[in-house]
T-cell receptor
């Protein structure tokens, strides 16, 4: 079916450490993936995206890795800061469709 | 602010009442989406407009729900005879021109509905 899921509902890391948030997707026809960050009471905010013809993309302090063989997506956040505390969602766009399908989210907590 | 704006941000209503939410997308975006988000869950797709045409509706959108985008600019989402299960955050998002392919959705801050 068209669903996107996450391996862990919560993740706690020490400030300054790297964070890795994982996502599994099920639709091999998905051609575009996005990571969103959502802070409490706010709408989802774009972090980084990747198209299916790529396996890695880097932004500022963030890297997205795509493994199409096992339908796995990950978000790596370097030197995690308190402001990174939020719920992170992966979303997929199925080729030919117009909507994004979201997973359930991982809550990232930063320990001082 | 040229982002997606939603109004009202919060709405508390009694069961059985009607509510309407408004969304103003980014002006150059012709694709507009409504999503619903309940606590601890990811956003769930409700409906999609390209210009003024409503091109897709989720089965989540019961006959008590209606969405419009009459002039291809702002959109409204109306819920009639609200039920407690309608309590959720209603998110609006917009996307660039159709034909440009997939791209990020720009979300508004959402309209939180509480049905008592």
């Amino acid at each position: 079916g068209e669903s996107v899921g996450l391996h862990l509902p919560t993740l706690s890391v020490q400030e300054g450490d790297n964070s890795i948030i994982n996502c599994a997707y099920s639709n091999s026809a998905s051609d575009y993936f996005i990571w969103y960050k959502q802070e409490s009471g706010k709408g989802p905010q774009f972090i980084i995206d990747i198209r299916s013809n790529m396996d890695k993309r880097q932004g500022q302090r963030v890297t997205v890795l795509l493994n199409k063989t096992v339908k796995h997506l990950s978000l790596q956040i370097a030197a995690t800061q308190p402001g990174d505390s939020a719920v992170y969602f992966c979303a997929e766009n199925i080729q030919g469709a117009q909507k994004l399908v979201f997973g359930q989210g991982t809550r990232l907590t930063i320990n001082p | 602010d040229t982002g997606v704006s939603q109004d009202p941000r919060h709405k508390i209503t009694k069961r059985g009442q009607n509510v309407t939410f408004r969304c103003d997308p980014i002006s150059e975006h012709n694709r507009l989406y409504w999503y619903r988000q309940t606590l601890g869950q990811g956003p769930e797709f409700l409906t999609y407009f390209q210009n003024e045409a409503q091109l897709e509706k989720s089965r989540l959108l019961s006959d008590r729900f209606s969405a419009e985008r009459p002039k291809g600019s702002f959109s409204t989402l109306e819920i009639q005879r609200t039920e407690q299960g309608d309590s959720a955050m209603y998110l609006c998002a917009s996307r660039g021109l159709a034909g440009k392919g997939a791209g990020e959705l720009f979300f508004g801050e959402g309209s939180r509905l509480t049905v008592l």
